[in-house]
């Protein structure tokens, strides 16, 4: 079994909502498994390890807040074709909260200027208040149901020729849009916070086994018994199943 790189980008800033658990739950079930890896924290205005010689099998990148998410796309800037590749092949990319915003064409603020984002998908960002959206939030992924939530200052606008969810509760990419996210080969990224794959133990399982398919990954009782009450929950919010009594 081979080590399993993993890389999480900016964390001095990326650290909002919790998401940082994250790296926490994928790092303990990488254990669990037997996987031997190796963390690698990349810091802002440090080269990215998955821009040089040393291959990446997960990068992680987490939400943080409007004004540092304007410097960390200047910095990021320099390696949009190494992100480009990543949707290819057989390694894993995940950007959770206002990160999928990096990743569009761009981010337009509340006083009406704008700025050119990576261009990997057809989106516009756009600011609309100091005002916070928050909400809860679930899709389907193929087979499975994703929970998570949201806090928002931006929604986005435009194409997705390959949305990560079809929303059945909360709201897509924008009020207007049932679809979220984007997914393309092992390339996910989406504005639900959570921390995502502690919240979604399959999906978690899903990407691991990606990774290292030669491994077994069991997600813990603990976690599958709060999905199981989560999606319960808001199911029954979405009026998709009676209350119990």
């Given at each position: 079994m081979k080590k399993l790189i993993i890389e999480a980008l900016y964390?001095?800033?990326?650290?909002?909502?919790?998401?940082?658990?994250?790296?926490?739950?994928?790092t303990e079930q990488l254990k669990a498994a037997g996987c031997d890896f190796e963390l690698i924290q990349t810091h802002l205005y440090d080269k990215p390890a998955f821009a040089g010689q040393t291959p990446v099998d997960f990068l992680y990148i987490g939400p943080c807040t409007e004004r540092q998410q304007e410097v960390e796309l200047e910095a990021l800037r320099?390696?949009?074709?190494?992100?480009?590749?990543?949707?290819?092949?057989?390694?894993?990319?995940?950007a959770t909260g206002n990160a999928f915003e990096l990743f569009g064409r761009a981010i337009e603020k509340e006083d009406g200027t704008g700025l050119e984002a990576l261009g990997l998908w057809d989106t516009t960002a756009r600011r609309f208040s100091r005002l916070r959206y928050n909400e809860l939030s679930m899709g389907r992924w193929g087979q499975l149901e994703i929970v998570g939530f949201k806090n928002q200052l931006s929604h986005?606008?435009?194409?997705?020729?390959?949305?990560?969810?079809?929303?059945?509760?909360?709201?897509?990419?924008n009020p207007d849009s049932r679809q979220e996210g984007f997914a393309r080969g092992g390339f996910f990224a989406t504005y639900l916070l959570g921390p995502l794959?502690?919240?979604?133990?399959d999906f978690a399982a899903a990407l691991l086994q990606k990774l290292a398919p030669e491994a077994t990954f069991a997600p813990p009782s603990f976690a599958r018994q709060a999905y199981e009450a989560r999606v319960a929950e808001f199911r029954r919010l979405n009026g998709k199943q009676p209350e119990s009594h």
């Open positions: 964390g001095e800033y990326n650290n909002l909502y919790g998401d940082r658990g994250n790296l926490l739950y994928l320099p390696y949009r074709d190494a992100l480009a590749a990543r949707m290819e092949g057989d390694t894993v990319t995940l986005s606008y435009g194409t997705v020729d390959t949305p990560f969810l079809e929303m059945e509760l909360g709201t897509g990419l794959l502690a919240l979604n133990p």
